[in-house]
């Protein structure tokens, strides 16, 4: 899931009219029924028919057709049929079938949210957008979730919501207008989950050799001197700290949270759900940063983990959605 992505509401194009010309009879998914069809840029590479409805990608197979577009390899695939596979592969097969109803009512209405005729492609099959891999994917179970919700996705005020979803809020999902600065969405200021706490994830602690942060931040941190200390701003609502203070020998700098996360990576930061810095007891010159945090992912939206845990405890789909986006309700497409 891709946080540019949730504020532009804008999709890449290639820019190939060729491409446009060969799917003049693609219909905007997000203005017809669940059979349309929608494009997925799957990049370069080679493509091969298998027959009518499936093709040969890369060693993957995929439903639907392709063409080879200058952006690379464009797949056309029924919505449902991209579901098949997409639901698996962002919500593990084997959790329950309401949190994977939850996952594939989110995961429609992400894409039609997004889809645009005017474009040349819809999505891109990763993270970014949603993660696609094709027909060997697929699973029974999350193929029944897809089945089971077919043609159903979330709304708020005669249109679809904006959806975002993450592993594990780690306690508190965080608002959007928090996350990324954005206009403030009333189903979407975060509330207090405590149906994660099952996810290996939930609480977590990272050691940081103290060399990779001031390499990672020496723009940031370059006029500060010799690091004594690291202190995290007040919390905002759902406890993430926006901003990290970092007091050297010479001087102090506030560093955006985000920045340091996205300057470390998300494997070394899993989120900014950070509750505690420290150095460990090492001489300086072996020091490392212990830091102590909750939650995997960016925290917006649905909690994965928590509508496993919330499936768990009874709850169906329609109300893990009212939990994390209250407000909404469950559409047709």
Same mark, same amino acid.
């Given at each position: 899931?891709?946080?540019?992505?949730?504020?532009?509401?804008?999709?890449?194009?290639? %820019?190939?009219?060729?491409?446009?010309?060969?799917?003049?009879? *693609?219909?905007?998914?997000?203005?017809? %029924?669940?059979?349309?069809?929608?494009?997925v840029l799957l990049g370069n590479g080679t493509a091969q028919k298998i027959d009518e409805q499936t093709f040969l990608f890369n060693g993957r197979r995929y439903r639907g057709?392709?063409?080879? $577009?200058?952006? &690379?390899v464009v797949s056309t695939v029924p919505l449902e049929q991209y579901l098949y596979s997409v639901v698996s592969r962002e919500m593990p097969h084997t959790w329950p079938a309401a949190a994977l109803q939850t996952q594939a009512i989110v995961a429609r209405t992400y894409v039609?949210?997004?889809?645009?005729?005017?474009?040349?492609?819809?999505?891109?099959?990763?993270?970014?957008?949603?993660?696609?891999? &094709?027909?060997?994917?697929?699973?029974?179970?999350?193929? #029944? #979730?897809?089945? $089971?919700?077919?043609?159903?996705?979330?709304?708020f005020g005669? %249109?679809?919501?904006? *959806?975002?979803?993450?592993?594990?809020?780690?306690?508190?999902?965080? $608002?959007?207008?928090?996350?990324?600065? &954005?206009?403030?969405?009333e189903y979407l200021n975060g509330v207090p989950c405590q149906y994660c706490t099952d996810s290996p994830w939930f609480k977590w602690t990272q050691n940081v050799d103290e060399r990779v942060v001031a390499g990672a931040l020496a723009q940031q941190l370059a006029d500060i001197g010799d690091l004594q200390n690291i202190e995290l701003d007040p919390p905002d609502s759902s406890g993430r700290a926006p901003f990290w203070i970092f007091t050297g020998a010479r001087a102090a700098h506030r560093v955006k949270a985000s920045d340091i996360r996205r300057a470390l990576g998300t494997r070394t930061l899993p989120s900014?759900? *950070?509750?505690?810095?420290?150095?460990?007891?090492?001489?300086?010159?072996?020091?490392?940063?212990?830091?102590?945090? #909750? %939650?995997?992912?960016?925290? *917006? &939206?649905?909690?994965?983990w928590g509508a496993r845990g919330m499936a768990f405890t009874g709850a169906d789909a329609r109300a893990i959605l009212n939990f994390y986006y209250p407000g909404t309700g469950i559409g047709n497409v």
């Open positions: 899931m891709n946080r540019f992505e949730f504020l532009t509401g804008v999709l890449a194009s290639s %820019g190939s009219a060729a491409l446009r010309q060969s799917q003049d009879d *693609v219909t905007d998914p997000a203005n017809a %029924g669940q059979s349309q069809a929608l494009r057709t392709f063409v080879n $577009a200058q952006a &690379g039609l949210q997004r889809s645009s005729p005017a474009h040349d492609y819809d999505l891109i099959p990763s993270e970014a957008n949603q993660v696609y891999t &094709g027909i060997d994917a697929e699973h029974s179970q999350t193929n #029944a #979730a897809v089945d $089971a919700t077919a043609g159903n996705v979330l709304r005669g %249109g679809f919501a904006q *959806v975002m979803y993450s592993s594990c809020c780690g306690g508190h999902t965080e $608002a959007s207008s928090q996350a990324w600065n &954005g206009p403030p969405l900014l759900l *950070v509750r505690r810095v420290t150095f460990s007891q090492q001489p300086q010159a072996q020091r490392t940063l212990v830091i102590e945090g #909750a %939650g995997l992912g960016h925290g *917006v &939206g649905l909690c994965q």
